[in-house]
């Protein structure tokens, strides 16, 4: 039987969301990675921000301290709002090369007090450290102090500083509150917030001043709201339908209604409009009613007209089983006749309406997509659930946003959440269509109690992705690969299942989706050049990577030889000699959180035959870079081994019943590296930190399958010891401290 949701609204206090522009979508958050070198230059900074999962993922602060979980692709990026108590909305565009993610009330006050740098991807992801947005403040008159911005150096008129986690906060709530005071009057230009300052990021460029190359003609847009009355405050936006270079910049496009109209001055040709007539409810929300015009033409003084009533079609979506909506996100994506994109959305966690069309472009086309995310009702029995569905438009026209979500369309992800210390975590989980993946996902996901269960149901098929997180409050937190799942399909994932150690990234796409989001081998060699980066504390999930807290070392050696050291943030890059040589690289993982008491301690030490390989390469679904920066797929990946442990009757609080145990141990090699047979193994336990050593009963079961077994005494942690070696002579040793305990 089929239940129609009912609406679950977030705390009081947390607005809802607007208009979002974009180009790029969701991810995962992992800690900013920069390069230790060693006997070799590191690639640039900016080439680093982009080369994919494991490298470039992370979590970015924005202005009013919504957070962007940032996951890189060659293809673009997927990109999720995690909203701050005040601010969930972002608008994003991408235009000539770059991408801008601006929170909705924000967008009225570019140029009004705001530079584009402040909202730049490229440059947020160059500029962040330390979870701090760093700013500059030029001044027109005297110096005065902003909410939550702390000042660090002045000279002149001109002043730096940065916003923390905490005070972008503070900064979001007195700039939203000025949001929706200058909303009524359409006075932001005139706001008292940035009187007499300009805010940019630290270190941009200043802006270039744009000269029109083109005949400009005027073009208004009139606006009426749901009671017929000229509209005043909601923001317009109007793109070029021929090319949206030609006309699209976040300044340019965006505007605002002033007693029902908005003046722009374009060049002639095709273009589409798109506005959100907003009315604010209790506790913050806000009603949406998103207006398209899909085309229209500029040869001269033109007028066009929007009007809030249009928009008469409310989201909504049936799903099997009973279910809370939590947030529906709405794109419409708008192509050019040279295949040029622009993409607008909206996600919500209140009202939202959409206007349906029927006419098709005759320049371009159009094509919308909803996607839902819902939860078990929270007095709902049993194992709590959710549902991450999308739908796709048909192409050319706009359609009704009634949705029923029948059982054989999703896949069944049965989630299972390993955590040593009892607590509460989240979980995200974003995705969509390939041309909806240029709009931008929104979490606001209510915790759940950790070790624990969930089931999520998520819309199948060839042409959708999706890629899950979650993240304890005792520090755990791991991050899946992106993965395409089927209608029907069953899936469980085992989220950090000790014993935690490093881990090579996988890669779970194939065909288009593999090329789009090709990922990073673990460890290549390009020319001379070694790139080493596997995932310190993962768990033993294909496509999972670790993010939990953590501090690491590393030692490399060739052919006995030092030649290179240090701290370990992600990626190491190493020059190997021309001639064949064997490298050791030895990796230490400490960590540091005090509730991590299960696996706090791994050293693994891989050694690896190389040599210079100048007619290798790599396949598509995979890329490597030179040390100057540059993507190739001339590279060859290195033997670098992996290990991964399946502890039998393991519990999700990481213990395991007292008695025999039995561990199953897969051994093999990084998926695009040669799979050369595996020829010895061997392992010991381990009671007391590795101070005394004992032998297991070690069989093989498959092929690269090996089973520990050994009987420990009662209500101990089990250290392991495991060390392989293949026919080629490259191998790995491990040990894990306290990878998991017995019980009593």
């Known amino acids: 039987m089929l239940h129609q949701l009912s609406r679950r609204w977030p705390k009081p206090g947390a607005p809802a969301l607007a208009i979002a522009v974009a180009a790029v979508v969701s991810a995962a958050v992992i800690p900013a990675m920069t390069v230790t070198a060693a006997a070799s230059p590191a690639p640039a900074t900016a080439t680093l921000a982009k080369l994919g999962p494991g490298i470039s993922s992370r979590q970015l602060l924005m202005l009013n301290g919504d957070r962007l979980l940032v996951r890189s692709a060659r293809g673009g990026a997927l990109v999720t709002l995690v909203p701050a108590p005040f601010g969930n909305a972002v608008l994003a565009l991408r235009l000539a090369g770059a991408r801008y993610q601006i929170p909705v009330d924000a967008l009225p006050y570019i140029g009004h007090g705001l530079d584009p740098s402040l909202f730049n991807l490229a440059l947020l992801e160059r500029a962040e450290s330390a979870g701090r947005l760093p700013v500059r403040l030029s001044f027109t008159g005297a110096e005065h102090s902003l909410p939550g911005i702390t000042i660090t150096s002045r000279r002149g008129q001109t002043a730096t500083g940065y916003l923390s986690a905490s005070s972008a906060r503070t900064f979001g709530a ?428 791994t050293k693994t030490v891989w050694t690896m035959h190389t040599s210079r390989q100048p007619h290798a390469v790599i396949p598509s679904s995979w890329f490597c870079f030179t040390p100057n920066g540059n993507f190739t797929q001339h590279c060859a990946a290195l033997p670098m081994l992996t290990l991964s442990y399946q502890v039998a009757r393991l519990g999700l609080d990481g213990v395991a019943p007292a008695g025999q145990q039995d561990i199953t141990v897969s051994v093999g090699h990084i998926e695009e590296a040669a799979q050369t047979a595996i020829a010895h193994v061997t392992a010991q336990v381990s009671y007391d930190n590795g101070q005394f050593w004992h032998a297991v009963t070690l069989a093989k079961v498959g092929t690269g399958l090996y089973r520990m077994s050994f009987t420990p005494p009662a209500g101990v942690d089990v250290t392991l010891r495991f060390k392989a070696s293949d026919a080629a002579a490259n191998s790995i040793a491990e040990t894990i401290l306290s990878a998991y305990s017995v019980g009593p």
């Open 174 to 601: 007195a700039l939203f509150r000025q949001f929706a005071a200058d909303h009524a009057t359409a006075g932001y230009a005139t706001s008292s917030l940035f009187a007499g300052v300009r805010i940019a990021l630290a270190g941009a460029p200043a802006a270039a001043t744009e000269r029109p190359q083109f005949p400009m003609h005027t073009l208004t847009v009139t606006g009426t709201s749901e009671a017929g009355k000229p509209d005043t405050g909601d923001v317009v936006l109007v793109i070029n339908a021929d090319n949206p270079a030609t006309f699209g910049d976040p300044i340019e496009t965006g505007n605002f209604f002033f007693r029902g109209a908005a003046k722009y001055s374009v060049p002639a040709g095709h273009y589409w409009a798109i506005t959100d007539f907003v009315n604010f409810l209790k506790h913050g929300l806000v009603l949406q009613r998103v207006v398209v015009l899909p085309q229209f033409t500029v040869t001269k003084t033109t007028k066009i007209h929007l009007s809030a009533r249009s928009a008469t079609s409310e989201i909504s979506v049936k799903t099997p089983l009973a279910s809370t909506d939590l947030t529906d996100t709405w794109t419409v994506v708008r192509t050019s006749p040279h295949n040029i994109t622009a993409t607008v959305g909206t996600s919500s966690f209140g009202p939202v309406f959409i206007s349906p069309t029927t006419a098709k472009p005759s320049v371009g086309t159009i094509q919308s997509f909803t996607s839902g995310q819902l939860i078990s009702p929270p007095k709902a029995k049993g194992v709590p659930y959710a549902y991450n569905v999308d739908f796709a438009g048909p192409v050319g026209t706009i359609p009704t946003q009634h949705f029923v979500v029948t059982q054989a369309s999703l896949a069944t992800v049965h989630e299972r959440y390993f955590v040593s210390s009892p607590g509460l975590g989240e979980w995200f989980t974003q995705g969509g269509y390939l041309p909806q993946l240029n709009s931008i996902g929104i979490s606001f996901l209510p915790p759940l109690r950790m070790p624990g269960l969930q089931t999520q149901y998520m819309t199948g098929g060839r042409a959708i992705v999706w890629a899950s997180s979650f993240f304890a409050n005792t520090g755990a937190s791991q991050s899946d690969a992106i993965r395409q799942l089927l209608p029907g399909q069953q899936l469980t994932e085992n989220w950090n299942q000790y014993p935690l150690h490093p881990q090579p990234v996988a890669q779970l796409l194939t065909g288009s989706f593999a090329r789009i989001f090709s990922q990073l081998p673990s460890a290549f060699r390009t020319r001379d050049a070694l790139i080493l980066s596997p995932a310190p504390v993962s768990d033993n999930q294909t496509g999972h990577f670790g993010q939990a807290p953590f501090t690491s070392w590393f030692t490399a050696q060739q052919n006995g030889n030092r030649i290179g050291g240090g701290n370990f943030q992600g990626l190491v890059l190493l020059k190997a000699s021309a001639k064949p040589s064997v490298i050791r690289f030895a990796l230490h993982v400490l960590q540091f959180n005090p509730f991590s008491v299960l696996s706090p301690v």
